[in-house]
Nanobody, 122 residues
């Protein structure tokens, strides 16, 4: 059984910073991509940032230059450093692992964390 556990959310003032962490645990052989999505109240879930095992990353236009995604492949952990936070960044942030292979020869699957609330408000 694979689990993704997020941490690091909370309340921060506009202009502040937060760092989200997500650790994947369980039977894991490799993970192709790990990333962060967010869902604001009344809106659809959207991609924030993602990074492959080779280090290629992508960002939503709305967070480019403010957020940085990084990954520790050995620890199956992904991080999201969020700087210059804005009220519109308020959302539940979900960790995603795509192409997660539990054992050699198995097909990859997608897993989600339970979500962590980020609130940007004065």
């Amino acid at each position: 059984q694979v689990h993704l556990v997020e941490s690091g959310g909370g309340l921060v003032q506009p202009g502040g910073s937060l760092r989200l962490s997500c650790a994947a645990s369980g039977s894991i052989f490799r993970i192709y991509a790990m990333g962060w999505y967010r869902q604001a109240q009344g809106k659809q879930r959207e991609l924030v940032a993602a990074i492959t095992s080779g280090g290629s990353s992508q960002y939503a236009d709305s967070v480019k230059g403010r957020f940085t995604i990084s990954r520790d492949n050995a620890e199956n952990t992904v991080y999201l450093q969020m700087n210059s936070l804005k009220p519109e960044d308020t959302a539940v942030y979900y960790c995603n692992a795509d192409g997660l292979v539990e054992r050699p020869g198995m097909r990859g699957s997608e897993y989600w964390g339970q979500g962590t609330q980020v609130t940007v408000s004065s």
